[in-house]
């Protein structure tokens, strides 16, 4: 995936990010800038090299983001 793409059609929508296995990042597209990108999950962000996402789609409506479980990962940087 590349940066481009990914901020031109899901830059502040909420999505679930796969990088394989059971790596499955979940928030809202903040940024995505020098091959990281960032998602937002309530406030707890998760950065996310763009050459490890194996696949990316929409969630929901963009309004409200759940963790499902132990599938998704969050690393906390305030």
């Known amino acids: 995936m590349y940066q481009c793409f990914i901020t031109g059609h899901y830059l502040n929508k909420a999505v679930d990010v796969y990088c394989g296995g059971t790596d499955v990042f979940t928030g ?9 990108l960032t998602l937002n999950n309530k406030g707890k962000y998760t950065h996310v090299a ?29």
């Open 28 to 36: 809202t597209i903040e940024a995505c800038a020098d091959n990281v």
């Open 50 to 78: 763009v050459d490890k996402i194996i696949a990316l789609w929409p969630i929901g409506d963009g309004e409200s983001i759940t963790a499902s479980g132990a599938s998704a990962h969050h690393h906390v940087h305030k």
